[in-house]
């Protein structure tokens, strides 16, 4: 193959990247308003009523159909979707920041099944995106065992995706974490069908 062709594979590995990075900023509430009100983008400029899980799962689905068939595709948005309903705001700070609110009664749960650590109350909240996963594989090429392993590990990465944005900018890590775990998805995208 020529070396064009592996430049402008690299160039759409890249900017599919960028995309996801993006649209899970977006997910999780990112880009205030200007007055700092915390409105999401939609809100403030489009008029999207809602949360902006329910534009940004679709747009992960379509980028998703990018690389895969569209049954994968729409399995990846339903596991994004799951992966993303469920909240985790009181853990976002993986302790380096505290809790700026009360819990929710989802949160409650977690926190005392496994802690006050907000690191292991993350990593278990990143566990919940391990049916979602596995539907995605399921869809792609029917059950395998190691699948269930490879869900498992993928929801180490976003996890871990948490623990290396807090690592880039430790007075506010929220911004690099979910860039990061948007690159995640942006590989299991790229190694669904795999």
Known sequence: MSLLFHLLAMLLLSVTAASCA?????????????????A?????????????????????????W?????????????AFFLWRLLPWGRWIGMGHVAPTRWPSEFEFIIEYMFGPSAQMCMFVRMLFAVPGLLLVFYVAHGFHAPDIIRAFMWSFWLWLAYIVGWGLDPSDGVEPAECVAGGVWALIIFGAST
């Open 22 to 38: 993006l649209v899970n900023r977006i997910s999780g509430g990112g880009f205030v308003a200007e007055n700092g009100n915390g």
């Open 40 to 64: 999401w983008l939609g809100s403030v400029y489009l008029g999207l009523p809602g949360k902006p899980l329910y534009y940004t799962a679709p747009a992960i689905g379509l980028i998703a």
């Open 66 to 78: 990018i690389f895969n068939p569209w049954p994968v595709a729409i399995a990846i948005a339903a």
